[in-house]
């Protein structure tokens, strides 16, 4: 398991609301659910930067391919 560090911060009075909030109706911590906001932020932008990536594959699988069609056997 990784070390865990503390991370002291400031975020707006509404922010902390819906942390409450959900903190409440799921029955976590406010620092469980942060945490959970954090990692599913990661995730989605992991996420995305491997949808760049594949679109710069299919990119060069287009490219080859027309290069392949165009060429005389």
Known sequence: MSNIVRVN??????L????DQQA???G??????ILTALQ???????????MGV?????EKIDKLEKNSQSDPE
């Open 40 to 50: 599913n932020y990661r995730r989605e932008q992991e996420a995305l930067d491997m």
């Open 28 to 33: 976590l911590s406010k620092s469980a659910v």
């Open 16 to 19: 902390n609301d819906w942390i």
């Open 9 to 14: 911060t400031r975020i707006p009075e509404h």
């Open 24 to 26: 409440h109706i799921t």
């Open 54 to 58: 594949i679109s710069e594959m299919m």
